[in-house]
């Protein structure tokens, strides 16, 4: 069974960086998805960015186009989100998914989610 294990989280000031990791075993995510979800305190999850298995694309909601960065590396069996220029509404749990395929930037019907990861941007 596949189990993604989530790294990278933390606190940050306003304006500052950082680079969440999505850590696969017991399978290859090279045939996956892999999606990007948060959830803030008191509101519902939401698809962050997706980046696809066949062509490379990538995808991210609007509000973090421009700041974040979606990526993978299927020889590290590992998926990536690197955020920058972190504002305070970026505060939430983040969440990895692998699935079949991106719907946009929403990664539709996921099989497997990490255990979430907290980003907490506050000065």
């Known amino acids: 069974q596949l189990q993604l294990v989530e790294s990278g989280g933390g606190l940050v000031q306003p304006g500052g960086s950082l680079r969440l990791s999505c850590a696969a075993s017991?399978?290859?995510?090279?045939?996956?998805?892999i999606g990007w979800f948060r959830q803030a305190p008191g509101k519902e999850r939401e698809g962050v960015s997706c980046?696809?298995?066949?062509?490379?694309?990538?995808y991210y909601t609007d509000s973090v186009k421009g700041r974040f960065t979606i990526s993978r590396d299927n020889a590290k069996n590992t998926g990536y989100l690197q955020m920058n220029s972190l504002k305070p509404e970026d505060t939430a749990v983040y969440y990895c998914?692998?699935?079949?395929?991106?719907?946009?930037?929403?990664?539709?019907?996921?099989?497997?989610w990490g255990q979430g990861t907290q980003v907490t941007v506050s000065s």
């Open positions: 017991g399978s290859l995510l090279d045939y996956y998805v």
């Open positions: 998914a692998v699935g079949p395929r991106c719907l946009g930037y929403v990664s539709h019907d996921p099989f497997y």
């Open positions: 980046i696809s298995a066949s062509d490379g694309h990538t």
